[in-house]
């Protein structure tokens, strides 16, 4: 880590932050290649079509196709939000304010920026919001 002289609190070098866009922008590669693969799956329909079965089991097999849908439906916009958060860490990065807690104004641990590479706040300003 390395003082930037043009501001008054320390930031990640450059070289951290190409590490740090590396990472965010495989994970933005493996986050859309999901997001691909449930928008598809609302595409399809279901193979074991019910046509030929009871009324009674077709409306239960329409309601589970439902919840199934929705579920769905869910994990692709938490998935396309995700998406928006790496994208938004990449911004942070070509300004060169990644990595800096927005409460405290710190350098978040480069641990929990690894684990987490969207997140903005460091743990101890993380663990102050959920009390």
Do not use: W
């Not at 074991?48 to 916009?77: F, M, P, V």
């Amino acid at each position: 880590m390395e003082a930037d002289s043009n501001a008054s609190f320390t930031r990640y070098s450059d070289k951290d932050l190409e590490e740090f866009k590396s990472l965010i922008l495989s994970k933005i590669e493996i986050a859309k290649g999901e997001l691909e693969v449930l928008s598809s799956s609302l595409g399809t329909t279901n193979p074991n079509g019910t046509d030929d079965t009871g009324s009674a089991y077709r409306q239960l097999e329409d309601g589970s196709a439902t919840l199934e849908k929705e579920s769905i439906h869910q994990l692709a916009a938490r998935q396309r939000k995700f998406i928006e958060q790496l994208e938004a860490a990449l911004v942070r990065i070509a300004n060169k304010t990644y990595g800096i807690c927005r409460e405290t104004g710190q350098l978040i641990a480069k641990e929990r920026l690894m684990a987490v590479p969207h997140t903005t706040l460091s743990i101890q300003a993380k663990l102050r919001q959920s009390q």
